[in-house]
Every structure is written in structure tokens, then in C-alpha cells.
């Protein structure tokens, strides 16, 4: 197996290794992440059934006063007559914390049910922190080449074009040549005369060059000697 996927790496089986070393870290950190928020909401549910447990006891014993002091009145009552004691507040004292008592007995059932529900709650937090997968493995692992841009060959070379779409899309034309022998002949002519540049032209071939579309006052211009080679050379391969 050669090449690498890294710029980094020393070969494909660093690659590999950095790679595993990527996912478990990102799994370790995933399963972290997990038992964090789940142990931040079991002791939240902690707090809160502690609390309602000291409310409930504080109830209890509220409740138990409650029926004390009616069991006090069952036995005035029974001790005395009813019609002694009917013109007397004593009677009235004692009822009221039956009454209040029957209220706290309310207030306990309601905290009882909600204790309840937190103790569920806990229950079903630290079931979910048992269950959190963490037994992740790798049994196979591939190395998948996957091309982001294509060569094209054309005329003994090539170009490339871009599979992954970053590259802005660009026009380009290409163009056939209708006469190879004479398009051969100029650029080999092209080469000749670029290989020498004269200092001083001579005036032994001179041509007129039409000017009146680029300027007024100048219709044309004359080519002397090598710039009307190479201007005849130009337009022949254009042409060709």
C-alpha cells in the first residue's frame, strides 16, 4: 500500500492510526458529555428528594401534634359533660387543630406522591447512565481513494477539471486547425524569427497595415522588413 492521506504523515499506516486515535477520541468525548448531564440531573432530582424528605417528616410530626390535641378533646369530652362545656371555648380549641391536622394529612400525601415521582426520575437517570454505550470497537478499517480532479489529455499534454466544486467555473473554447501543413510552417517560421531580433530593420519588404477603423488621422502604417514578417506569420496561424 503506498501514498498517504495526510500532508503530515509518514505513510498510509500513520494515516490509519490517526484516524482510529480521531474516533475513539471522539467517542470517549461523546460518552463524557453523557455521564456529565446525566449525573448533573440525578444530583438536581437529589437535592429536591432530600428537601421534600425533611417537608414530609416536618409534616408527619405537624400531623401527629394535630391528633394528639384531638385526643386530648375525645377525652374532655368524655370526662366532662357536653352541656357543661358547651357555653366554653375549650371546645372550639380543640377542634382546630383536628381540622389543621386533617389539612397537613392533605399536604403529606401530596409530598408523598411527588417524592415518589423524583425517586422514579432518579431511577430511570441512573438506568440511562448504565446503559450509555461504551463498548465501541473497530473491526475493520479501509482506505478509500476518492478523486477531487480528472486529467484530460489534448494535443500531447493535458488539464485538469475540478470534481469537488471550489473552483470557479471557467470558459474556455478549443479550436481545430483546417490546414496543419500551413499552421506548421508559420509556427515553425514564428520560432525562427523569435530565435533573432534584428537592431535595424531593412525596407526590402514593406507593407501597408490598415489603421482607419483604430485612428483618423492615421489610415495606415507601414511593416518594415522583420515586423512584416512576424505580422504576416501571426495572422497566417490565426487563420490556419
Do not use: W
Not at 485612428?215 to 518594415?224: G, V
Amino acid at each position: 500500500m503506498s501514498g498517504k492521506i495526510f500532508s503530515e504523515s509518514a505513510s498510509i499506516y500513520e494515516d490509519q492510526a490517526k484516524i482510529l486515535f480521531d474516533y475513539y477520541r471522539r467517542i470517549a468525548e461523546h460518552i463524557v458529555e453523557q455521564e456529565v448531564a446525566l449525573e448533573k440531573q440525578v444530583a438536581v432530582a437529589r437535592e429536591e428528594e432530600v428537601q421534600f424528605t425533611e417537608e414530609l417528616k416536618r409534616k408527619n410530626i405537624v400531623e401527629k401534634a394535630c391528633y394528639g390535641a384531638g385526643a386530648l378533646l375525645l377525652i374532655l369530652t368524655a370526662v366532662f359533660t357536653v352541656r357543661d362545656l358547651a357555653n366554653s371555648p375549650a371546645l372550639l380549641l380543640g377542634l382546630a387543630p383536628l381540622g389543621y391536622g386533617l389539612y397537613v394529612l392533605m399536604q403529606r400525601k401530596t409530598l408523598a406522591q411527588r417524592l415518589v415521582e423524583i425517586q422514579t426520575t432518579i431511577e430511570g437517570f441512573e438506568t440511562a447512565y448504565r446503559e450509555i454505550p461504551r463498548d465501541f470497537k473497530v473491526h475493520r478499517l479501509g482506505i478509500g481513494y476518492i478523486p477531487v480532479a480528472g486529467k484530460v489529455a489534448f494535443e500531447g499534454k493535458s488539464f485538469l477539471v475540478d470534481y469537488t466544486g471550489t473552483e470557479v467555473k471557467k470558459e474556455f473554447k478549443l479550436s481545430t486547425v483546417r490546414n496543419n501543413d500551413l499552421f506548421a510552417s508559420a509556427v515553425n517560421g514564428l520560432e525562427d524569427l523569435l530565435k533573432t531580433v534584428p537592431i535595424v530593420e531593412d525596407s526590402a519588404e514593406v507593407e501597408q497595415v490598415a489603421t482607419d477603423q483604430y485612428s483618423r488621422s492615421i489610415q495606415q502604417i507601414p511593416y518594415y522588413g522583420y515586423f512584416a514578417s512576424l505580422d504576416h506569420k501571426l495572422r497566417t496561424v490565426t487563420v490556419a
